[in-house]
């Protein structure tokens, strides 16, 4: 099973709109000043102990080597990256009709998570699963665990 997460607005949050995790030690916080939501470390290392392949999917053009980067300093390893370079040149290159800003079905996602309704709508389009986060929910992590639980009895 292979699951990716959204990073701005998904897993980097305001620290005024979300309960977020401690900020890294110096002097990593000088290099990775995102915030993460409160949750992700614990919510990550579970799926990784379930030997489920982790995944970032983003948007964004920050570069494979500063997401790793940024995860590995709260001791979690990525399986795979698709950021704004790598989704224009895999997914969009040779389309005359504009792809979904996000395809995880191309690179055999079972989940993605998001905080963008336009994804999920894409999803329905396109066939892949999307579960949606959004304002502050103390309850997120369990609800992404149940969707987990649900697509593998789902696979068995």
Same mark, same amino acid.
């Given at each position: 099973?292979?699951?990716?997460?959204?990073?701005?607005?998904?897993?980097?949050?305001?620290?005024?709109?979300?309960?977020?995790?401690?900020?890294?030690?110096?002097?990593?916080?000088?290099?990775?000043?995102?915030?993460?939501?409160?949750?992700?470390?614990?919510?990550?290392?579970?799926?990784?102990?379930?030997?489920?392949?982790?995944?970032?999917?983003?948007?964004?053009?920050?570069?494979?080597? @500063?997401?790793?980067?940024? /995860?590995?300093?709260?001791?979690?390893?990525? =399986?795979?990256?698709?950021?704004? #370079? *790598?989704?224009? +040149?895999?997914?969009?290159?040779?389309?005359?009709?504009?792809?979904?800003?996000?395809?995880?079905?191309?690179?055999?996602?079972?989940?993605?998570?998001?905080?963008?309704?336009?994804?999920?709508?894409?999803?329905?389009? @396109?066939?892949?699963?999307? /579960?949606?986060?959004?304002?502050?929910?103390? =309850?997120?992590?369990?609800?992404? #665990? *149940?969707?987990? +639980?649900?697509?593998?009895?789902?696979?068995?």
């Amino acid at each position: 099973m292979r699951i990716s997460f959204d990073l701005d607005d998904t897993l980097f949050v305001s620290e005024e709109k979300f309960k977020t995790e401690q900020a890294l030690k110096f002097p990593f916080c000088l290099l990775y000043k995102e915030r993460l939501r409160l949750g992700t470390i614990k919510l990550m290392k579970y799926i990784r102990e379930q030997g489920i392949e982790l995944w970032i999917y983003t948007t964004s053009y920050r570069s494979e080597h @500063y997401i790793r980067g940024l /995860f590995r300093c709260y001791g979690i390893k990525l =399986d795979g990256i698709v950021n704004g #370079i *790598k989704h224009a +040149k895999e997914v969009q290159v040779g389309h005359i009709e504009g792809m979904p800003s996000k395809y995880p079905s191309k690179y055999r996602i079972d989940l993605h998570i998001d905080d963008d309704r336009s994804v999920a709508e894409n999803g329905k389009i @396109y066939g892949f699963r999307v /579960f949606i986060v959004g304002s502050q929910d103390d =309850d997120w992590t369990d609800k992404i #665990i *149940k969707e987990i +639980k649900t697509i593998r009895e789902k696979k068995n």
